[in-house]
């Protein structure tokens, strides 16, 4: 039987912080915003167009998840958004205060640039080599 990833949590402080990120910055869909039992939300989110894994964003519930928030790679680029149009995505992203620890770079698998989320977690936004 095949097999994906279709969801990965995200541990983040407020779930609409969270969500104006995600869906504003990024563009990003809302796939699911519910309400569930003790406050919580089933918060999912997936990159505009994607086909891939979607984030649930998971609002820290302890001191032990509030102490994941912006380290959930312990300090690595923990997650990739793949483009079709970097310059356009950058520029985009840009525009909509979205913080890039470097300048774009020509790598031989493609263009690349570090950006972080609110929270300090590090993503890629890559486009492949053709």
Avoid at 18 to 39: H, I, M, S
Avoid at 117 to 122: E, K, L, S, V
């Amino acid at each position: 039987m095949p097999q994906s990833i279709f969801l990965v949590a995200l541990v983040v402080d407020d779930y609409d912080r969270a969500k104006a990120f995600y869906c504003d910055a990024l563009g990003f869909d809302c796939l699911q915003d519910e309400v569930q039992p003790e406050g919580k939300r089933w918060v999912v989110v997936r990159p505009k167009g994607g086909e891939g894994a979607a984030l649930l964003l998971a609002q820290a519930a302890n001191d032990s998840q509030r102490a994941a928030i912006g380290n959930q790679a312990g300090g690595r680029v923990g997650f990739f958004l793949k483009t079709d149009d970097f310059a356009r995505d950058h520029a985009a992203m840009l525009a909509k205060g979205v913080t890039f620890r470097e300048e774009p770079r020509h790598e031989v698998y493609g263009t690349v640039a570090v950006f972080a989320d609110p929270y300090g977690n590090t993503w890629d936004l890559i486009q492949h080599s053709s």
